[in-house]
């Protein structure tokens, strides 16, 4: 009677396989996406602290990731925001390396490996457009 709820372990793999690279590539998309933006925002826009903002950019580039593998590695295995958890439950914090969310969270910031130097090149890419280009889009 229930024969159509029966789902082979065959299915349920390829349904494993189907989603995981799905849910990767969208989030190397949101942070490519996040990276855009703020190119975008340092060719455009002008604010208070943008040189000072844009250094730190650049020094990203400077920086070998393998300086800040351990930190980032201890920043996810104790993983709390600004000392919130533990100051509710009284616990270290959250371990969250297990699972997709450094990934997610990662991307969501833009601090993905070279996103420093995808910025710059988005940058100077909006900074080679003419502004006319932008406002013949508004009309």
Do not use: C
Not at 39 to 66: C, D, H, N, S, W
Not at 98 to 111: D, G, H, R, T
Request: glycine share 8%.
């Amino acid at each position: 009677m229930f024969g159509w709820l029966f789902i082979s372990p065959w299915l349920i793999g390829f349904l494993l396989l189907m989603v995981v690279p799905l849910w990767k590539s969208l989030q190397f998309s949101f942070g490519k996406l996040k990276v855009t933006e703020s190119g975008y925002g340092f060719a455009r826009l002008k604010f208070k602290g943008q040189g000072i903002m844009f250094e730190l950019v650049i020094f990203t580039i400077v920086i070998p990731p393998q300086t800040i593998m351990i930190p980032t590695y201890l920043h996810f295995r104790f993983f709390d925001v600004f000392g919130l958890y533990e100051w509710f439950t009284g616990k270290k914090g959250v371990n969250l390396l297990e699972s997709y969310w450094p990934f997610f969270l990662s991307s969501a910031f833009a601090m993905d490996m070279k996103n420093g130097l995808y910025i710059f090149i988005f940058r100077q890419f909006f900074r080679g457009l003419p502004k006319e280009l932008e406002e013949a889009a508004y009309v």
